[in-house]
């Protein structure tokens, strides 16, 4: 990829080398997750986690991403991205990286992370290790509780080989026949039901660790499966065996046009995605040739091929990384609640007085869920509408909604089928609020509802009073404690009305495109957003001051990107915050110089999408559902809601802008190449870590960061 320098002719914004590669940001996102389990200052099971995320990160990464990448490339899909890659490129890209990860985690966990935990008095053990009082215990498990479970698949002409199903790690087991010279194959799939480590008593009985906890011992499930295959095969002399992990296409693709039933073929397509296509095999060193042959033959991969020593699939690790060893884990906390919240009568009455913001996972979940149960059982409630993408398993929502059907409320609720690998929890619970009465709807063909969006409607006195809650994440209380996302509660009543519409525009026959205050997506949100840049734009060609602060996820639509180079030439000063994948060059003489991009990786996932048009002060501030990418603006069902209240404005500036753009310890700073450098503490600065300081206020029950924007100054790059 061409990289400009000063001596350069300005390019055409269609330039390729205005572009980075989607799948290469992403991976190079990950790699910043990766960075986490390097790095000391986290906690060790913090680290452990990070690694284990890190790994199911890649797996979700092959299952969708590559996968799709085959598919063009089977298909003779030759037409570039606007990176200039083709599909090909960028596979043979995506391997190298992705394979330079695998080794780089498992070096990390076999060199320092294994042996840390083993300090800590949380020991993975090999079974040459073992005392024999362990090995004891330890085959006694196995026949009692895994034995069972266990099926040899021997492959000979009388057995074809096996279906491997997605992410199950087998062994490939080779014996030798007395009665021939041809080595005997055999197959044992690892049970996924089962605890990856089992626990075994330690040795010593009463070992302690450093840090005084009696210590655990573990043995993976697959070591002990290896060592126990002589009760598998009695009688066979087995010559060796080794492990494999296939990964599978689990992309689910619906030809929503010719489904008379959306809920049918979705879950139809659940139940066959397990038999995707073999995308990636993961194979350990040693493996005999003619045992990676037949693998590659049987699975029909050429170069899938993933060779890394030591333990495969470290997503398994976060069995590990939950352990209840408080003092390995960042300290507990308790959200907070609004003061508002807690002063009022009830929670109609506190958003009446004003609206409220809530900033999770700081600010706890359960306002929405006492707004949600209040409106259930209240007699003056007339109807409750939702939009629900993901809420989980253990979904309190669900059964709220389900009371409200059961008080005779009408309750609507648009239901997300096709949310990649919730779809199975989905249509359960599209079920069980259909048998409820609840009036459920899927959304329009070829488009997905993303939007997160709560209606109350209520009388009071001889009026209705409509009740909105309008959220960057989703209706589900467990990733509320685990992501950054901000959310507004409000009865505006042109707030009200647009959510009446919207709601109306996905149960029934609509073709709106313009609301009073919200911003939908796929009519009218790339134009908006592309809108208020060339505001800015031209507020800085008229010599007034130009700029923008965004905070999302992934930047990767072309025209946002080519109208940001645009306001960047013309002088506007623009900061981007962008946790994952970013399409966008920063510092490109002529073209972006005025840009700069940061990511943060921290304790929380950075979710929420917080944009300001304008100088801080002056700014015009929107929260969305919605990243700036193609899928959003054109495929998703999306809002963007502007924040009119000027105490919210300053609430969400203080608490989700400035405190990223003081962090010196978890931001990472993209160069002009697309490599991430993190950001250090300058010669007599002190450390700022934005999630921590955020969560330590937030525990104390301190103020926001209302002095913060003085601290850190106007909106311009350092």
């Known amino acids: 990829m061409s990289v400009l320098s000063s001596d350069d002719p300005v390019p055409s914004l269609d330039d390729s080398a205005l572009f980075l590669n989607r799948e290469l940001s992403w991976l190079a996102f990950n790699r910043r997750v990766l960075d986490q389990a390097h790095n000391s200052s986290w906690p060790l099971l913090e680290r452990v986690k990070f690694l284990a995320i890190h790994g199911s990160n890649l797996d979700e990464f092959f299952m969708i991403r590559v996968s799709g990448l085959q598919e063009q490339l089977d298909a003779a899909i030759t037409e570039p991205l606007p990176d200039g890659l083709t599909t090909d490129e960028q596979l043979q890209r995506v391997r190298a990286v992705a394979l330079e990860q695998l080794r780089a985690a498992s070096r990390l966990y076999h060199d320092e992370l294994w042996p840390a935990l083993e300090q800590a008095g949380i020991r993975i053990r090999s079974w040459d290790s073992l005392s024999d009082e362990q090995k004891t215990a330890a085959g006694a498990y196995f026949r009692r509780a895994v034995f069972p479970v266990l099926t040899p698949l021997a492959l000979d002409p009388g057995h074809p080989f096996p279906f491997l199903s ?115 095999l993961e194979v350990s060193p040693g493996v005999p040739w003619h045992v990676r042959a037949m693998l590659l033959d049987q699975l029909e991969i050429e170069e899938d091929v993933y060779e890394v020593d030591g333990t495969l699939g470290l997503s398994g690790l976060m069995q590990i990384a939950s352990l209840a060893r408080p003092q390995l884990r960042d300290a507990a906390f308790s959200a907070r609640v609004p003061p508002a919240w807690l002063e009022a009568a009830d929670p109609f009455s506190a958003i009446r007085q004003s609206d409220i913001v809530l900033h999770h996972p700081y600010d706890a979940f359960t306002p929405v869920l006492e707004l949600l149960s209040l409106a259930a059982d209240d007699p003056n409630v007339l109807a409750i509408k939702m939009i629900l993408y993901r809420t989980g398993a253990q979904a309190e929502v669900i059964k709220i909604l389900i009371r409200a059907a059961e008080n005779s409320k009408q309750v609507a609720v648009s239901i997300e089928l096709k949310a990649r690998f919730d779809e199975e929890k989905n249509i359960g619970w599209a079920r069980a609020l259909e048998r409820a009465g609840v009036h459920v709807f899927y959304g329009t063909a070829g488009i997905k509802t993303h939007a997160k969006t709560l209606l109350i409607v209520r009388r009071e006195g001889a009026e209705l009073r409509r009740y909105v809650h309008l959220s960057t994440g989703n209706y589900n209380a467990t990733t509320a404690k685990l992501y950054t996302d901000t959310a507004l509660l409000t009865c505006d009543p042109n707030i009200g009305e647009d959510a009446s519409e919207l709601f109306n525009a996905l149960s029934g026959f609509s073709n709106k495109s313009e609301y009073r205050r919200i911003i939908a997506a796929p009519a009218r949100l790339r134009l908006h957003v592309v809108d208020r840049i060339e505001h800015q734009r031209q507020r800085a060609l008229a010599g007034q001051e130009g700029r923008i602060f965004a905070k999302l996820n992934s930047i990767v639509d072309k025209q946002v990107i080519q109208a940001l180079y645009r306001a960047s030439q013309a002088g506007v000063q623009i900061e981007l915050v962008v946790r994952g994948i970013c399409c966008l060059r920063p510092g490109l003489p002529g073209i972006s110089d ?125």
């Open 594 to 718: 005025n840009i700069q991009v940061r990511s943060l990786v921290g304790r929380f996932l950075e979710h929420e999408r917080v944009f300001c048009f304008g100088p801080i002060g002056q700014e015009e501030l929107y929260l969305s559902s919605a990243d700036w990418m193609p899928r959003n603006f054109d495929r998703r069902v999306e809002v963007m809601f502007p924040i009119l209240s000027e105490t919210i404005r300053r609430q969400i500036v203080a608490e989700s802008v400035m405190p990223v753009r003081a962090d010196n310890s978890r931001v990472y700073e993209m160069d002009s190449n697309g490599r991430y450098h993190l950001r250090q503490p300058q010669p007599g600065e002190s450390a700022f870590d934005a999630q921590s300081e955020t969560l330590q206020r937030a525990r104390e029950g301190r103020p926001r960061f209302v002095n913060l924007v003085r601290a850190v100054g106007p909106l311009t790059l350092k």
């Open 166 to 280: 997605n992410l199950s790690l087998s062994l490939a087991v080779h014996a030798s026949d007395p009665n021939s010279a041809e080595p005997r194959l055999a197959f044992v799939k690892i049970p996924e039901t089962m605890p990856r480590f089992v626990q075994i008593p330690p040795a010593p009985v009463g070992h302690e660790s450093a840090s005084g906890d009696v210590s655990i011992d573990f043995l993976s499930l697959e070591e002990l499966t290896q060592n126990h295959l002589v009760d598998l095969f009695p009688g066979v002399p087995i010559e060796g065996s080794y492990p494999f992990r296939v990964t599978r296409d689990m992309d689910i693709d619906i030809l929503e046009d010719e489904a008379s039933d959306l809920l049918s073929a979705v879950d139809r397509e659940v139940r066959r995605r397990k038999f995707g296509a073999a995308v990636r």
